[in-house]
Structure formats: structure tokens, C-alpha cells
């Protein structure tokens, strides 16, 4: 008897101990806190011609006084100057306004961020090597609030552009030998494409210290060649007699690429002079 009576104010009691947390939790306040949250450098890659990246500005705090806060950006050159100094990165140079713009720089958070739009324009084949850094602070807050010291400021790394085939792939298909036996096969879930140039990426190869190249060319038509390997490693890339290869695939703006499949017909010699022939796909992948 005594066991159902505590199990029966227990019953009653938790209800009751809810009520008073929910009402004691309505009842804090922690200071508002205006931050970005991916501060320091971030490497962005441009892609050429134009393209866009965001940036993050959260608001953090429990039952705010604030329904809503107006934060003010800046292009924070003298931050920059001071970050280069401490850092001694001599070779970091603010990126000049021909190549970008930020179109709103007045940003209105009522929840618990807001997405900002930074747009890159006229990046051509001659941004390459350029480390130059577009330093974003947040300047101020209204009405006041809090902004973390040391996440007040994002630095935008640019040291090269990237074309519009720079991504992920998945690759699959088999390698041929002369006897037409399959002897193993291009199977790669997580394979990086990296720009080279308007037209070219650069993606590992079948074989140890091959680094397949890919031009696409009038949008379409796909030369797969190499790069020079080290001493040795010869594979003397081309495209398979007789085959196509070919890119098919469109532009998708949220992701800033295209997406699509490389098609891929080629051939390469291994040691001994023995010829491998190579069917593949090379599918955009997240």
C-alpha cells in the first residue's frame, strides 16, 4: 500500500516540477552575443566570371529584451593591416573592389541568424596566386548587444579561381587489358576534381602517380590527356581510338557548379609496354 501512494505523489509531484522549470526558464535572461561563427581565414575559391558565397551572423541568447537587432558590416581594411602584422603574412593583400560586392551590408536578424550574400565578379584565367583576403567585420549592433571579440571578423582567403568543373565525383567502370580481360576497374566514391586551367580538371588516375587531365571542349567534348608523372611512371594518356568522350550536365546556382557526367573513353600504357583501356563515368557527387 505504501509503494502506491509514492508512486501516486510522484505522479502529482512531476507535473508540478515541469510547470515551475517552464516557468523559471521563462524568467532567465542571458545577454544577447553577435557573432560569426566561421571566423578567422576561410579559403573561398571564385569561380570565374561570377559567382556567390554567404557568410553566417548569429545571434545567440536566451529570452532576449531584443525581438529583433540590425547588424552593420564593413570591409575591415585595418583589421587586416593588424592581422598581417602579428601574423607576418607579408604576402595577404585586401582584394580590390573590382572583384567583388556585397549588396547588403545592413543585416536584420529576428531569429537566430541571418545569411549574407557576398558576390565575386570579373575573376578571370590570371587570378591565380594572388592570396588576396576580403577581411568582413561586424562593426556595430542595434540596438546594443554583445559582440564576441574574437569572432567579430571572418577573412576571406581568394588565391585562385576556380571553372565551373572543379568538384566532387564519383567514378566507376572497368580497365581492359589487350586480351580484353577486365583486370580491375575505376571505383572511387570521393574523387576530387581540381581546376587547371578555364577548361581542365585534374583527377587521380587508375594507376600510382597518375594524374588524369580533362579539357572539356565547345561544352561538350572531353580530351583526356595527363601530367607529366615522375621518372618511370610514363602512361602516355590518350583518348581511346575509335570512343567519344563527353560531358553532358547543367549549371546549378545553389551549389555553384555544374552537374553532370563525365563519360570517359582512354587508354595507357603500363610497365612492360602492355596497353589498359578504360571505360569510366565520373558522376558530380556531394
Same mark, same amino acid.
Given at each position: 500500500?505504501? *509503494?502506491?501512494?509514492?508512486f ?16 523559471? &526558464? /521563462? ?6 552575443? %553577435? ?6 581565414i ?8 561570377e ?9 545567440a541568447? @536566451?529570452? =532576449?529584451?531584443?525581438?529583433?537587432? *540590425? ?7 585595418? *583589421?587586416?593591416?593588424?592581422? @598581417? ?10 582584394? =580590390? ?5 556585397i549588396?547588403e *551590408?545592413? #543585416?536584420?536578424?529576428s531569429?537566430?541568424?541571418?545569411l ?11 587570378? %591565380? ?15 546594443? $548587444? ?7 571578423? &571572418?577573412?576571406?582567403?581568394?588565391p585562385?579561381f ?11 567502370? =572497368? ?18 576534381a581540381?581546376? @587547371?586551367?578555364?577548361?581542365t ?5 587508375? /594507376?600510382? /602517380? ?6 572539356v571542349k565547345?561544352?561538350?567534348? %572531353?580530351?583526356?590527356?595527363?601530367? =607529366? ?5 610514363n ?8 570512343? $567519344?568522350s ?7 546556382n545553389?551549389?555553384?557548379? %555544374?552537374?553532370g ?7 595507357? #600504357? ?6 589498359m583501356?578504360?571505360?569510366a /563515368? ?5
Amino acid at each position: 500500500m505504501m *509503494t502506491k501512494y509514492k508512486f501516486l505523489i510522484i505522479a502529482v509531484l512531476i507535473p508540478v516540477l515541469m510547470a515551475s522549470c517552464d516557468k523559471g &526558464i /521563462e524568467n532567465v535572461a542571458y545577454d544577447s552575443t %553577435v557573432y560569426i561563427p566561421s571566423n578567422g581565414i576561410r579559403e573561398v575559391a571564385p569561380l570565374l566570371g561570377e559567382s556567390t558565397c554567404q557568410i553566417g551572423i548569429y545571434w545567440a541568447g @536566451v529570452n =532576449p529584451k531584443e525581438s529583433g537587432i *540590425t547588424v552593420y558590416l564593413k570591409v575591415d581594411a585595418d *583589421t587586416l593591416e593588424r592581422y @598581417v602584422a602579428v601574423n607576418r603574412q607579408s604576402n595577404f593583400k585586401l582584394l =580590390p573592389e573590382k572583384y567583388y560586392d556585397i549588396p547588403e *551590408t545592413t #543585416v536584420n536578424i529576428s531569429g537566430e541568424r541571418s545569411l549574407v550574400d557576398i558576390r565575386f565578379k570579373n575573376i578571370d584565367d590570371t587570378f %591565380v596566386g594572388m592570396d588576396y583576403i576580403l577581411p568582413i567585420s561586424i562593426e556595430s549592433v542595434s540596438p546594443l $548587444v554583445n559582440v564576441h571579440p574574437e569572432k567579430k571578423t &571572418i577573412f576571406l582567403h581568394l588565391p585562385r579561381f576556380r571553372n565551373q568543373y572543379e568538384g566532387r565525383y564519383k567514378s566507376s567502370g =572497368p580497365i581492359v587489358s589487350d586480351d580484353s580481360e577486365i583486370v580491375s576497374r575505376v571505383d572511387k566514391e570521393n574523387a576530387d576534381a581540381i581546376t @587547371v586551367n578555364a577548361n581542365t580538371i585534374m583527377v587521380e588516375g587508375p /594507376e600510382k /602517380e597518375m594524374r588524369l587531365l580533362f579539357t572539356v571542349k565547345n561544352d561538350r567534348t %572531353v580530351v583526356v590527356s595527363a601530367l =607529366p608523372g615522375p621518372e618511370g611512371f610514363n602512361f602516355q594518356v590518350q583518348n581511346m581510338d575509335g570512343y $567519344v568522350s563527353e560531358f553532358t550536365g547543367t549549371f546549378d546556382n545553389n551549389l555553384q557548379r %555544374v552537374w553532370g557526367v563525365f563519360d570517359v573513353w582512354y587508354q595507357y #600504357v603500363i610497365a612492360g609496354g602492355f596497353n589498359m583501356y578504360v571505360h569510366a /563515368e565520373f558522376r558530380s557527387w556531394h
